[in-house]
């Protein structure tokens, strides 16, 4: 069985630009989440999504956006990108049908934002 | 709101030699849920072993067990015959047993320990 991928692996942008991510889960999965990890605040929540809608939000600005298809297959969004969200964010995929289910982590996508 | 707390930056270990790493976790809830996942050097996160808060026996995987203590909020992890291939970085993590919970059901996780192994 594939595991959990995102693509692409590795993304530099520009401040004010936007960009999209996106993370297909392991087939059969119907959650994914999304987690943002850097150096100084370690691994933080951002969304997490459940047979296409959005369960659960952390505490980030609106500038960060999610969605799920129909297939599970997850994207998020961030515009008018800062510096600050240079990171690698994760994604995570789930049976879904209980928090005690694994969380299945992709290998991330480095974002450099300059 | 929960919280959790690694407080060993890094660590080392001799190979073949056992290693504890040191998490607690702050919350109000009783029904909960503790993870400690690995994070090689530029590789995917994985699980190392899991603990339901309800449950009293640790939990065990080979060479992974832990040491949970409801009462004292800790949830430490026990590396045995440590091995090259377990050096990396080890995130203790927390996740409410429902959704309503506090952590929302998602994953509050440690600023992790990073382990080096020593041939």
């Known amino acids: 069985k594939a595991g959990v991928t995102q693509t692409p692996r590795y993304l530099i942008k520009t401040r004010g630009q936007q960009v999209t991510l996106s993370c297909s889960p392991i087939s059969g999965h119907r959650s994914v989440s999304w987690y943002q990890q850097t150096p100084g605040q370690g691994l933080q929540f951002l969304f997490e999504y459940f047979s296409e809608t959005q369960r659960n939000k952390g505490n980030f600005p609106g500038r960060f956006s999610g969605r799920q298809f129909s297939n599970s297959r997850s994207e998020m969004n961030v515009s008018t990108l800062e510096l600050g969200d240079s990171a690698l964010y994760l994604c995570?995929?789930?049976?879904?049908?209980?928090?005690?289910?694994?969380?299945?982590f992709g290998p991330g996508t480095r974002l450099t934002v300059l | 709101a929960q919280t959790v707390t690694q407080s060993q930056p890094e660590m080392s270990v001799q190979e073949a030699e056992t290693v504890t790493l040191s998490c607690t976790y702050d919350t109000s809830e009783s029904d909960y849920y503790l993870f400690w996942y690995k994070q090689p050097p530029s590789r995917q996160m994985i699980l190392v072993i899991r603990?339901?808060?309800?449950?009293?026996q640790n939990a065990t995987e080979n060479r992974f067990s832990v040491n949970f203590q409801k009462a004292a909020k800790s949830f430490s992890l026990k590396i045995s015959d440590s091995q090259l291939g377990d050096a990396a970085m080890y995130f203790c993590?927390?996740?409410?047993?429902?959704?309503?919970?506090?952590?929302?059901?998602?994953?509050?996780f440690g600023k992790g320990t990073k382990l080096s192994v020593k041939p």
């Open positions: 993590a927390y996740r409410s047993a429902h959704l309503s919970g506090g952590s929302q059901g998602n994953l509050i």
């Open positions: 995570a995929s789930s049976l879904g049908g209980r928090l005690v289910d694994e969380q299945f």
């Open positions: 603990q339901e808060a309800y449950k009293q």
